[in-house]
């Protein structure tokens, strides 16, 4: 990666902005910021250990959902991101977790 003034460079990487209020939060299809998680199949969610910081075991937050499939997959997919805000497990490994959900379509 360069710092070149002037450079344009290209990435894979989208990054995402916060672009309105949710009317309804009930929507697992739907990427959010925060709140309480949408499980694609509501009756079978998966264990609370993935939301468990792996320095305090305290529940962590959820910083934010996103629906991202992959192109021509056969799966839907949602991502779910997790932190602690805990000051004393703050720069340690294991205060984030991530957590990718897939369901056949
Ligand atoms: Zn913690």
Redo the contacts with the bound molecule.
């Keep these: 990666m360069s710092n070149k003034k002037g450079s344009k460079q290209h990435s894979n990487v989208q990054l995402g902005i916060p672009d309105g209020e949710i009317e309804v939060d009930n929507d697992a299809y739907a990427s959010k910021i925060g709140g309480t998680p949408l499980w694609l199949d509501p009756n079978t969610p998966p264990s609370s250990d993935y939301c468990t910081?792996r320095?305090?075991r305290?529940k962590m937050y959820l910083l934010f959902q996103s629906y991202a499939p992959l192109p021509d997959s056969a799966f839907h997919r949602v991502v779910y991101v997790w932190a602690?805000n805990?000051r004393s497990?703050m720069k340690k490994e294991g205060?984030f977790g991530v957590y990718i959900i897939k369901r056949k379509r």
């Design positions: 910081c320095v305090c305290d602690c805990k497990c205060r």
